[in-house]
């Protein structure tokens, strides 16, 4: 919430300054034309990811740029936004559906004056950022990327063979593990380039795990700490562990297919690799006290069966873990639900948002605590005749009793937010018949949602309201309500 509010107190003081000036920034540089640059995130694709921008007129100009749900994010330069490096964080893979803990970082450069439009933030270019030129070019050979271009326009999905796919993807669980271990981005560029002088670790047959090891070992041996080390111990166990299923995903591949295609088409692979990086994972889900398998085969002409008296729950998610966990995850959710009254109805939508759900797990599986912590934004619209937007921010935290967490709940903790809920609610409640479609989004940034589910990534927003914008899980529920 500080950095949101940071941002758009930064823009709201340039739009006044530049008001002062009597104009915009293009118009302040005689002959400038703005020319449009497309941007990539690249662990895989990562969706719904936050694009900031080192240069303060650009963070200014672009305070909510995200990627979008392919991983694509756009901008166009301004007089006083041509010369920007980048740092992109959050969001989710697209392929592993894992929550995206590292960070991505490019170095600057004037985009107006380049000959290129695009630009592609990967581990490549991370690694770029934190070493000098001369020392980044020998890494890159010692690593085994023979590139012909530079890697701030080389976008490994498009261009690069499998084995360059996955040698970008162990690179960058190297870079999140060393810094999730305590190690800064710069000490964890230097443990890589250290270990590169010895050991290459892209193949013509894949990624060598001895890299892995190497790298791990000179970041041990970097610290005196013995948490960090131990800590980078367990990390490195479960980066040679991704890499050995990453490895055996190539050979299953093949010299004709797709890396990124065969992984997001066997979920059971991309469960290993889930297992393996994070401690546990929301394996149950449930919307509206059906599961989430109920849920997903739910269609149009197979509607589930909900009595009027149980609407409320439409509203309410439930999650659990896998495994045993002891941690707080926090978690952006999203609602759509459009009610559809008689056959030929008017359909009518409730979209609602909330920044931020706060869940702990104290050794146990299922949610102990939800807290709504202060600075959470709630927005709830409903496209009713006449009905109210609410828009509200809690001004101090609120504990909600319970493993799930309904917009009913919300309501009678927030009345800012009742009508238009009641008011949707009883247009429901007054008809006979009602055809309900609720899709629920979800953006973990802990733990992730496990891919045995089978849930797709979506992209969730309110019209005209880009800071509600996200990417995350979703299923769609159809339900008859009589």
Same mark, same amino acid.
């Given at each position: 919430?500080?950095?949101?509010?940071?941002?758009?107190?930064?823009?709201?003081?340039?739009?006044?300054?530049?008001?002062?000036?009597?104009?915009?920034?293009?118009?302040?540089?005689?002959?400038?034309?703005?020319?449009?640059?497309?941007?990539?995130?690249?662990?895989?694709?990562?969706?719904?990811?936050?694009?900031?921008?080192?240069?303060?007129?650009?963070?200014?100009?672009?305070?909510?740029?995200?990627?979008?749900?392919?991983?694509?994010?756009?901008?166009?330069?301004?007089?006083?936004?041509?010369?920007?490096?980048?740092?992109?964080?959050?969001?989710?893979?697209?392929?592993?559906?894992?929550?995206?803990?590292?960070?991505?970082?490019?170095?600057?450069?004037?985009?107006?004056?380049?000959?290129?439009?695009?630009?592609?933030?990967?581990?490549?270019?991370?690694?770029?950022?934190?070493?000098?030129?001369?020392?980044?070019?020998?890494?890159?050979?010692?690593?085994?990327?023979?590139?012909?271009?530079?890697?701030?326009?080389?976008?490994?999905?498009?261009?690069?063979?499998?084995? +360059?796919? &996955?040698?970008?993807? $162990?690179?960058?669980? /190297?870079? %999140?593990? !060393?810094?999730?271990? #305590?190690? *800064?981005?710069?000490?964890?560029?230097?443990?890589?380039?250290?270990?590169?002088?010895?050991?290459?670790?892209?193949?013509?047959?894949?990624?060598?795990?001895?890299?892995?090891?190497?790298?791990?070992?000179?970041?041990?041996?970097?610290?005196?700490?013995?948490?960090?080390?131990?800590?980078?111990?367990?990390? +490195?166990? &479960?980066?040679?562990? $991704?890499?050995?299923? /990453?490895? %055996?995903? !190539?050979?299953?591949? #093949?010299? *004709?297919?797709?890396?990124?295609?065969?992984?997001?088409?066997?979920?059971?692979?991309?469960?290993?690799?889930?297992?393996?990086?994070?401690?546990?994972?929301?394996?149950?889900?449930?919307?509206?006290?059906?599961?989430?398998?109920?849920?997903?085969?739910?269609?149009?002409?197979?509607?589930?069966?909900?009595?009027?008296? &149980?609407?409320?729950?439409?509203?309410?998610?439930?999650?659990?873990?896998?495994?045993?966990?002891?941690? *707080?995850?926090?978690?952006?959710?999203?609602?759509?639900?459009?009610?559809?009254?008689?056959?030929?109805?008017?359909?009518?939508?409730?979209?609602?948002?909330?920044?931020?759900?706060?869940?702990?797990?104290?050794?146990?599986?299922?949610?102990?605590?939800?807290?709504?912590?202060?600075?959470?934004?709630?927005?709830?619209?409903?496209?009713?005749?006449?009905?109210?937007?609410?828009?509200?921010?809690?001004?101090?935290?609120?504990?909600?009793?319970?493993?799930?967490?309904?917009?009913?709940?919300?309501?009678?903790?927030?009345?800012?937010?009742?009508?238009?809920?009641?008011?949707?609610?009883?247009?429901?409640?007054?008809?006979?018949?009602?055809?309900?479609?609720?899709?629920?989004?979800?953006?973990?940034?802990?733990?992730?949602?496990?891919?045995?589910?089978?849930?797709?990534?979506?992209?969730?927003?309110?019209?005209?309201?880009?800071?509600?914008?996200?990417?995350?899980?979703?299923?769609?529920?159809?339900?008859?309500?009589?």
């Amino acid at each position: 919430m500080f950095n949101r509010t940071f941002k758009l107190t930064t823009l709201a003081i340039a739009t006044s300054l530049l008001a002062a000036c009597g104009g915009g920034s293009s118009s302040s540089t005689p002959g400038f034309s703005s020319k449009e640059i497309s941007g990539a995130a690249v662990d895989f694709y990562i969706a719904g990811a936050d694009v900031n921008f080192t240069n303060p007129e650009c963070e200014a100009a672009y305070p909510d740029l995200k990627t979008d749900q392919d991983g694509k994010f756009t901008f166009k330069t301004t007089g006083n936004c041509q010369e920007t490096g980048f740092i992109i964080t959050g969001g989710i893979d697209t392929v592993t559906k894992l929550p995206f803990q590292g960070q991505l970082k490019v170095k600057s450069n004037n985009y107006q004056a380049a000959s290129t439009t695009e630009i592609v933030a990967s581990p490549l270019t991370t690694l770029q950022a934190e070493l000098p030129a001369a020392e980044f070019a020998q890494v890159l050979e010692n690593l085994g990327f023979s590139l012909n271009e530079d890697v701030t326009t080389f976008d490994p999905i498009t261009e690069g063979s499998n084995e +360059q796919k &996955a040698a970008v993807f $162990v690179l960058q669980q /190297i870079f %999140t593990q !060393l810094e999730n271990s #305590g190690l *800064t981005l710069e000490q964890a560029a230097q443990a890589i380039q250290t270990a590169s002088s010895t050991t290459q670790l892209l193949t013509n047959s894949g990624v060598d795990s001895n890299a892995v090891t190497a790298v791990f070992n000179a970041a041990i041996a970097s610290t005196t700490d013995t948490n960090i080390q131990q800590a980078l111990a367990a990390s +490195q166990t &479960a980066v040679e562990s $991704v890499t050995t299923i /990453i490895n %055996t995903a !190539l050979t299953s591949t #093949g010299s *004709t297919g797709n890396l990124e295609d065969y992984l997001t088409d066997n979920s059971t692979v991309i469960g290993e690799i889930q297992d393996n990086i994070v401690s546990a994972s929301y394996s149950g889900l449930s919307i509206a006290n059906k599961n989430i398998q109920d849920i997903i085969n739910s269609r149009s002409d197979a509607r589930l069966s909900l009595d009027k008296n &149980a609407i409320d729950s439409l509203t309410q998610v439930t999650f659990n873990l896998n495994k045993l966990a002891t941690g *707080t995850d926090s978690i952006k959710l999203g609602l759509k639900a459009t009610a559809t009254i008689g056959q030929n109805g008017q359909p009518e939508t409730l979209s609602v948002y909330i920044s931020n759900v706060k869940v702990s797990f104290n050794n146990s599986t299922a949610i102990s605590e939800i807290i709504i912590p202060a600075g959470t934004i709630i927005e709830i619209e409903s496209t009713l005749a006449n009905a109210p937007k609410g828009s509200f921010e809690v001004p101090q935290d609120r504990v909600f009793p319970g493993n799930s967490l309904s917009l009913a709940n919300l309501v009678v903790a927030f009345p800012i937010l009742s009508q238009p809920y009641n008011n949707y609610k009883n247009l429901i409640a007054s008809s006979n018949l009602v055809n309900a479609d609720v899709s629920v989004f979800v953006a973990p940034t802990v733990y992730p949602v496990s891919a045995t589910l089978g849930l797709n990534l979506g992209e969730f927003g309110i019209p005209n309201k880009p800071a509600t914008v996200f990417s995350g899980y979703t299923s769609t529920g159809y339900f008859v309500i009589q």
